[in-house]
């Protein structure tokens, strides 16, 4: 299938360091690619590039087969790219509905002005919430999310990035803070999604994550692309060799096809 | 007055050297054969000053003195000194200055006197203001004129206990504590008030020169005090305060108003009743003792090392006559 | 069972904190009602006198203070309003004398000293958004400039008289407090329900994250501190309609009453939280503070320490708001 986003010969440097050297990804309708690599393999940085926080030194973006120029994140969201964020990228200070909607509140006449639509605000948090299958307190529904757990926090983060109808949703170890139920929840989230021809792009340390919902595994490895293997046609043992670069210079030779 | 220019210091430094720089050189001066050169360097532009220099004018034509006058854009060290420098080289017999430090003006100053020129210092001085003591590094000036502020309290409250009968309760309404000139008037003020047997001193307020709190120190003090009959404003924005705050209670005329100073548009506040008493300081006075004092100097008299300038009580009544509204200070 | 009680208690002392403001301005009033009703019989706060001079006192300072308080919610600070309020005082005397001093005159007037301050403000904003000069550092320059500005636009003397019928009417009696009521009110509004406002909670609570969700955060604080610059000229507009004279020094001592005003309304200076019914109350307090200790006569010194007093309850109460409302 046609790949809905194309990243191509990605290069990027913050100061001496050179974080991303000419990676390539695409990612098709109702694919999950999942993202492995090391500590600083990268990972993040690659999709912060494909979701705008980042402008790339090197490369360019391909969205639907036409180029795509994303000058701020608000962009990426304009074309249907959703983005969780490793550091989870939420106002601890707002309540969860106002994280849920940020940037884009719906909003109601009252008294004859357009003012932000609060209780839709709060519907629609305790909504989502129930689709994660999240269990938030009443009361600090409304309060700040500071006061919410890591885990609920990262729900918080999942949600509002489905909660917009995504094309294409970026995850960034939605589940490293979330508990064993909550992590199948988010996986049993990532088939639905993939059924609906969302396509997903899953940043995860965990394997078994990673071969339970993943078409495609993609290696970074200092900032290159260390290998890229259909999962059914790889094991574990192979992409931990890949990402800590035992057969480095084997694989390179096997990828560059 | 004083605080006025420690207000005054902070102008930006840039625009005024600028500003000052072109009235440095005194290309002009011709001096006239045999007459004598005394020269006026004020704190900064302001009525008070100008109006100090047109009683300086009036001396040196009686005396046959020729007159320089320079004044700095911003009260402030870094621009008086640069002035001074350049008086110092055009070498006058008899310097009047007003020092805006009193420390840091004592160094250049001590220059002039060294270079052979008299200093007089007027409204302001350096040291203590205890000048031919023979004791301390500030001595050398021969003579200070100036307001004697514990006298203009002593006038103030006189003014202000024949403004309420001489019965009923008053306070102070103050800038802060700590500036010489507002604590003298204060001083004065107490020692003259508690004369009068009947008439009460409340707590003083200080409003920090802020007007609004001046205006909001009025009210509480009338929520507590219904029958305040009088309110001495110790220094302009004092007075700005009170009388605000004495209309906002519907009491203008019922509660006395005394302020210090006669800055320009006094003369409407004392006939609106906005302010019952104004006591004006005699800048122009100051200016004329001083190049008095110059001109004795040259002469070969001894001068007194203090002399107090009087002052004009000016309300309602006499504001109109020519020699007393003359007092409002004035550019 | 003991779990939960122990969470409603926790849950009840983070309620207080967040009410302290309140109960405590409820505390002040009683103590002076009752020192008013056993020591002079008569009423404090039921006395239309007493509450027009609370308020008005008030009126300034929160006309800074609420301004301040979207600065401060997204965890800057504005230090030029009092010198800001200062030169908006002298410009609106100078332009509407300059102008004819007629009522045309003075909308002139009010119009050029709003731009002067929005130019003011968009300048610390963008020292501040823009080039990343720290908010501390970029407005306390803007105070120098408009204290400069300020001084030099008075001319010699630091104060210009005005005498024009519109701007006496504006000072007159319950028309302060009125015209800062209402603007108190419409910025409440824009605060807490519309988008602006929710934008200015986002950048103060995480700047970053607020990027990412699209909102245009230069541009966003930039509008800020114009707001904040505009609200110390409408301040300066007051004083000088209040007093006939615009004076360069008018906001000087103002300054710190108006972030204490925002600080005991129960803003944090690390940004994120704050609103304007705090910084009324905040605004109240001080101002019957001041009011109440002069009325029973306690020496001028003691509004001061009382009022650091409560600036410093105010901070720590906030330091603890946090972990006990998480440990709730
Ligand atoms: N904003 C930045 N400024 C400077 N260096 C950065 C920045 N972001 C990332 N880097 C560097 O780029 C490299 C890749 O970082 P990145 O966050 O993409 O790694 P990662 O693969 O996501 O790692 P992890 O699994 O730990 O999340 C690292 O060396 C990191 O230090
Ligand atoms: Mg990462």
């Known amino acids: 299938m046609k790949p809905i986003l194309e990243a191509r010969n990605i290069s990027i440097r913050f100061g001496g360091v050179e974080a991303l050297k000419n990676v390539s990804l695409g990612v098709s309708p109702g694919e999950v690619l999942a993202l492995a690599g090391d500590n600083g393999a990268g990972k993040s940085t690659l999709i912060k590039v494909i979701s705008g926080v980042y402008h790339p030194h090197a490369g360019e973006l391909f969205f639907d087969g036409a180029p795509l120029h994303l000058r701020d994140p608000q962009d990426a969201r304009a074309k249907g790219i959703e983005t969780i964020y490793q550091d989870l990228a939420l106002a601890d200070n707002l309540d969860v509905g106002s994280n849920i909607f940020l940037g884009r509140e719906p909003m109601h006449r009252r008294f004859g002005v357009n003012v932000i639509n609060r209780p839709q605000m709060r519907k629609v948090a305790r909504e989502v919430l129930d689709r994660l299958d999240i269990v938030v307190p009443e009361k600090k529904l409304a309060g700040p999310v500071r006061t919410l757990s890591g885990g609920q926090r990262q729900a918080i983060a999942i949600g509002r990035a489905i909660y917009w109808d995504a094309r294409v949703l970026i995850m960034d170890e939605p589940t490293a803070a979330l508990g064993v139920p909550e992590q199948r929840k988010v996986m049993e989230l990532i088939h639905g999604l993939k059924a609906q021809g969302v396509a997903v792009i899953l940043i995860s340390h965990n394997l078994h994550d990673i071969f339970g919902v993943a078409d495609r595994i993609l290696v970074l490895r200092r900032g290159e692309l260390a290998g890229e293997r259909l999962v059914k046609e790889t094991d574990g043992d192979e992409i931990v060799r890949l990402m800590v670069g035992d057969t480095y210079a084997a694989t390179k030779t096997a990828t560059a096809t | ?331 | ?328």
């Open chain 2, 1 to 331: 007055m004083i605080k006025r220019r420690t207000l005054l210091q902070s102008l930006t430094g840039a625009a005024t050297l600028g500003a000052m720089g072109a009235s440095l050189p005194f290309n002009n001066l011709v001096r006239a054969a045999g007459k004598p050169v005394v020269a006026l360097l004020p704190g900064v532009v302001d009525p008070f000053y100008f109006t100090m220099k047109r009683g300086a004018d009036q001396a040196a034509e009686e005396e046959g003195i020729e007159l320089l006058f320079q004044i700095p854009k911003a009260w402030n060290v870094t621009d008086q000194v640069p002035i001074l420098k350049a008086i110092i080289a055009k070498k006058p017999d008899v310097l009047l200055i007003s020092p805006v430090d009193k420390d840091q003006l004592i160094q250049p100053l001590k220059e002039a006197a060294d270079a052979g020129i008299k200093v007089i210092t007027v409204d302001t001085y350096i040291g203590e203001g205890k000048y031919q003591t023979g004791s301390g590094k500030a001595d050398f000036p021969l003579s200070y004129v100036a307001s004697d502020n514990t006298e203009g309290g002593r006038i103030a409250a006189r003014a202000l206990a024949k403004a309420i009968g001489e019965k009923g309760s008053v306070y102070c309404e103050n800038n802060k504590p700590g500036i010489s000139s507002t604590d003298q008037r204060m001083v004065g003020f107490e020692e003259e008030i508690a004369k009068f047997p009947n008439i009460k001193v409340l707590k003083t307020q200080y409003n920090e020169d802020d007007a609004n709190k001046a205006a909001a120190h009025v009210a509480a003090v009338l929520a507590r005090e219904p029958d305040l009959a009088g309110i001495f404003g110790v220094n302009t924005f004092s007075g700005m305060g009170a009388s605000e705050g004495v209309k906002k209670a519907g009491k203008s005329g019922v509660v006395k108003i005394v302020v210090f100073d006669a800055v320009p548009g006094i003369d409407a506040s004392l006939k609106s009743g906005l302010v019952d008493v104004a006591i004006a300081q005699k800048p122009s006075e100051m200016g004329y003792v001083g190049v008095k004092f110059a001109s004795d100097l040259i002469k070969g008299k001894t001068i007194p090392t203090w002399q107090g300038t009087g002052f004009v009580v000016m309300d309602k009544s006499n504001i109109d006559q020519e020699d007393v509204h003359k007092y409002i200070y004035s550019n």
């Open chain 3, 1 to 328: 069972m003991t779990d939960i009680s122990i969470d409603d208690q926790l849950g009840r002392i983070a309620l207080l904190t967040r009410l302290w403001p309140w109960l405590f301005l409820l505390t002040l009033l009683t103590f002076f009602e009752i020192w008013a009703q056993i020591e002079v019989g008569r009423s404090f706060l039921f006395n239309a006198y007493n509450a027009q001079a609370i308020l008005l006192a008030a009126s300034a300072p929160l006309l800074l203070a609420t301004g301040q308080t979207f600065v401060i919610i997204t965890s800057g600070i504005d230090l030029s309003v009092g010198f800001v309020m200062g030169l908006a005082a002298v410009v609106v005397a100078q332009v509407t004398l300059l102008t004819g001093n007629t009522e045309i005159a003075l909308l002139v007037g009010i119009a050029a000293t709003l731009l002067v301050c929005a130019i003011s403000g968009w300048i610390s904003g963008t020292l501040v958004a823009r080039l990343g000069v720290p908010a501390f550092i970029g407005t306390l320059g803007m105070y120098g400039v408009a204290r400069g500005a300020g001084f030099l636009s008075a001319g010699s003397g630091m104060t210009v008289s005005i005498d024009n019928p519109g701007l006496v009417w504006l000072g007159t009696g319950w028309v302060p407090v009125i015209v800062t009521g209402l603007l108190l009110l419409i910025m409440h509004f824009v605060l807490s329900q519309t988008r602006f406002g929710q934008y200015t909670y986002a950048i103060g609570g995480n700047l970053q994250s607020a990027a990412r969700a699209g909102i245009d955060v230069k541009r966003h604080l930039i509008k800020i501190y114009i707001l904040s610059a505009c609200f110390a000229g409408i301040g300066g507009i007051v004083y000088t309609a209040r007093y006939a004279a615009g004076a360069a020094n008018a906001g000087e001592s103002m300054l710190l009453d108006s972030i204490a005003a925002v600080v005991i309304g129960g803003a944090s200076l690390f940004g994120g939280t704050g609103n304007v019914i705090g910084t009324l109350i905040g605004a109240l307090i001080i101002a019957v503070i001041q009011f109440g200790l002069i009325f029973i006569d306690v020496d001028a010194f003691w509004q001061f320490i009382a009022v650091g007093v409560v600036i410093i309850l105010s901070v720590l109460i906030d330091q603890y708001k946090d972990k006990l409302v998480r440990a709730a």
